[in-house]
């Protein structure tokens, strides 16, 4: 087992069986523990982290929710905060946050104002909350007019990624991790990148995954975090394709999932950043390329006003305006003044929307 990065206040272990190392990670002064996931999860694998628990802090609590993006909501948090009043939880306690990223995400947020502040720990089961997710101390729920507008910063004590729990995972649960590997390949490192293309056929399916793709992408995310841990600066650049793809998502009623729609996202903003940054057309064509031989086809097209508008409420925005995260090559973004990211006018957006075939009207 190996910790991944420097510079967190979090030990993170990554590899088979990085379950086991709770021990190692445990702080004694935790009282008590409580496991946070959706019900899938809990089912699947709630019995296998209430054991490695119970050893250590007695019988945990054990708290589900309804599983998929329309349940991750303030609704959610307070209910689940309700049962932790009411099971008198302590805050010298630890809130065990299980799952994919929605569940690390709701249960991160619970833990981050609960009692004003709990310890937490992620358990990841997806290649998505391992590589991105569960990395960052990012928590939140969606809102009717965007997803993830109301959350908190909450740096967790530990991750465990153990990528046993990749064994089971769905097609679609892996291309929505396959997203966030490439978009860290974008934003910082251009050799991972081409290796990424030369082992497109070894990732495409957790079957057959090189660990690599996960390491390097859980390092990337480690070193930008590290250096800005609330988002005031360079942290910003991984949100490249998530402007467009976060609006996606929500202009389909989230039936278009993370990954495709981040993917999509990518194309766009790339398209874009062709025009604004000096991207190469030749380094547009690679990610294209990559993102089609990993599996992710065409996304259905959706109204341009209804994309513009999800736009228009995103977290980057300044004074009104539309704001990205584009690079200038892969493995190197765009700066505009002071910001890691550039304002975009909406009739570029329409155009780039449009001549991607994403967006139609």
Request: hydrophobic share 45%; glycine share 10%.
């Amino acid at each position: 087992m190996r910790a991944v990065g420097h510079g967190l206040k979090t030990s993170i272990r990554l590899g088979p069986g990085a379950l086991r190392d709770l021990p190692k990670v445990w702080d004694r002064r935790w009282s008590r523990a409580a496991i946070v996931g959706d019900r899938t999860v809990i089912r699947l694998f709630g019995a296998r982290v209430r054991r490695e628990v119970a050893a250590l802090a007695g019988e945990p609590l054990l708290l589900g929710f309804a599983p998929g993006e329309k349940h991750k909501t303030r609704r959610t948090k307070a209910m689940l905060e309700d049962r932790l009043l009411a099971a008198r939880f302590p805050r010298d306690g630890v809130i065990i946050a299980l799952g994919g990223g929605i569940s690390l995400d709701v249960a991160g947020f619970v833990a981050a104002t609960y009692m004003r502040g709990v310890d937490t720990a992620y358990v990841p089961t997806t290649l998505l909350a391992m590589v991105d997710a569960a990395i960052g101390g990012k928590t939140g729920v969606n809102a009717s007019e965007g997803k993830n507008l109301v959350g908190a910063f909450h740096m967790p004590r530990a991750v465990l990624s153990d990528t046993d729990f990749l064994a089971t995972l769905p097609p679609d649960e892996w291309k929505n991790g396959l997203a966030e590997v490439v978009k860290h390949a974008v934003v910082a490192d251009r050799s991972f990148f081409l290796w990424l293309g030369r082992n497109a056929d070894a990732i495409s399916t957790p079957s057959a995954i090189d660990p690599h793709a996960i390491r390097r992408s859980a390092e990337i995310k480690t070193a930008i975090v590290s250096r800005d841990e609330r988002e005031k600066g360079r942290r910003a650049v991984l949100n490249f394709g998530h402007t467009v793809g976060h609006a996606i998502e929500r202009a389909s009623g989230y039936s278009i999932s993370h990954g495709r729609a981040v993917a999509a996202g990518m194309l766009v903003e790339t398209e874009i950043a062709t025009g604004l940054c000096g991207f190469p057309r030749a380094d547009s064509d690679r990610l294209a390329a990559l993102l089609c031989r990993l599996g992710f086809g065409p996304s259905r097209k959706l109204r341009v006003a209804d994309l513009l508008a999800a736009m228009r409420i995103d977290k980057k925005g300044r004074r009104g305006e539309i704001r990205m995260s584009l690079p200038r090559r892969i493995g190197a973004m765009a700066r505009s003044r002071a910001e890691w990211t550039v304002a975009v006018d909406e009739r570029i957006v329409r155009r780039a929307c449009q001549g991607t075939r994403i967006g139609e009207g």
